[in-house]
C-alpha cells in the first residue's frame, strides 16, 4: 500500500482582519490540496539519557520520548478511540497519510493533541492527534548504543548517530536497530530498521528537512494454536518449541519518506510537506 501527501500550513503572527483573512484562504486552499492516494489494497528496554518525557510534556494529555511515555492519552487510545487508526497522523503538525509506522531512528517521540489543544491544526478530529517529531541534532551532537535483553534470549540494539557542519548549517541524524523476540510458545520474531534526517537551514528563518525510513520484518511467524479434546484437561505445553510449519510467517517492508520547509516571516510562518509512505507484504502465510 503506497501514499503520497501534499500539506501546507499557515500561522499568522498578527491579529488584523487581513491577516486573519489570509490564514482563513491558505486553511481551505491547503485543505483541498491535501491528498492522499492509495494504490492498492484500499521492547529489558533502555532511554538515553538526554530523553526526558516529563520536561518533553506541553500538557496532561500525552506525549512519548524515546521509550518512554506519559499522559492520559496514547496514540492508540484517546478517549476510547485510536487516532492511529482514524488516520489522524501528523508530522511536524503536518497531515501525512501514513501507510507504514515510524522507527525509532526518524522520530524522537510523539504528542497527544486533543480539545482545544488541536485546534491550531488543520483538519482538528474529535479523536484527537498524534504529532510526531522528527529527531533532531541536540545543542552537543551526542551519539548513542542502546542494548535490549529480552525473555528467552532474545536481544536486540539500537545505534543512533548525529552531526553538524562547522558552520552550522547542515546537520544529519541516523542510525541502524535490530530486535529478536523469542517467545513462550516457540515463535521467533526478528524486525531491522535503519533511517535518518538531512536538514539544512541556509538562515534563521528558513529550513529544509529530508529523511527517509526503513522498517523490516524480516520474521513473524504466527502462534500456533492447541484445541484440547472434550471432557480431558490438555497435557502441560512445553515451552519455546515450535509445532507449526516453517513457512507460516509474514514478511513486511514499511517506508516512510520525505521533505518538510519552514519559511518564518515577520508577518506569518509558512510550513510545507511532501511525504510518500508505503508497507509492501513480501510473504504471509497462515495455518
Known amino acids: 500500500m503506497h501514499s503520497l501527501s501534499f500539506t501546507g500550513r499557515l500561522h499568522t503572527h498578527s491579529s488584523s482582519r487581513t491577516a486573519q483573512a489570509a490564514r482563513r484562504r491558505f486553511s481551505a486552499l491547503a485543505s483541498g490540496v491535501v491528498l492522499g492516494c492509495a494504490l492498492g489494497a484500499v521492547e529489558v528496554s533502555a532511554q538515553r539519557a538526554a530523553e526526558n518525557v516529563v520536561r518533553a510534556a506541553d500538557d496532561a494529555f500525552g506525549a512519548s520520548v524515546g521509550e518512554e511515555q506519559i499522559g492520559l492519552y496514547s496514540s492508540g487510545n484517546v478517549r476510547g478511540f485510536s487516532p492511529t487508526s482514524a488516520g489522524n497522523i501528523r508530522l511536524e503538525g503536518l497531515f501525512i497519510d501514513r501507510q507504514a509506522g515510524f522507527s525509532g531512528r526518524l522520530v524522537s517521540g510523539s504528542s497527544i493533541r486533543a480539545g482545544l489543544s488541536a485546534q491550531g491544526y488543520l483538519l482538528p478530529a474529535p479523536t484527537g492527534i498524534v504529532d510526531f517529531s522528527l529527531r533532531r541534532v541536540a545543542e552537543e551532537p551526542t551519539q548513542s548504543v542502546i542494548l535490549r535483553l529480552n525473555e528467552y534470549g532474545g536481544y536486540g540494539f539500537a545505534v543512533d548517530l548525529q552531526g553538524r557542519s562547522s558552520g552550522g548549517s547542515l546537520e544529519a541524524t541516523g542510525g541502524v536497530g535490530y530486535d529478536r523476540f523469542e517467545l513462550g510458545d516457540g515463535t521467533t520474531d526478528e524486525f531491522a530498521s535503519i533511517g535518518g534526517t538531512l536538514r539544512y537551514q541556509p538562515s534563521e528563518r528558513i529550513e529544509v528537512t529530508v529523511f527517509a525510513d526503513h522498517q523490516a520484518t524480516l520474521q513473524d511467524q504466527l502462534s ?25 510467517e509474514i514478511g513486511i517492508d514499511d517506508y516512510n519518506a520525505g521533505l518538510v520547509a519552514n519559511l518564518e516571516s515577520e508577518f506569518a510562518d509558512f510550513s510545507l510537506g511532501v511525504f510518500h509512505s508505503a508497507s509492501e507484504t513480501d510473504r504471509q502465510a497462515g495455518q
Open 224 to 248: 500456533p494454536r492447541y484445541f484440547p479434546q472434550r471432557g480431558s484437561i490438555p497435557p502441560r505445553v512445553p515451552r519455546r518449541t515450535f509445532v507449526g510449519q516453517p513457512w507460516v
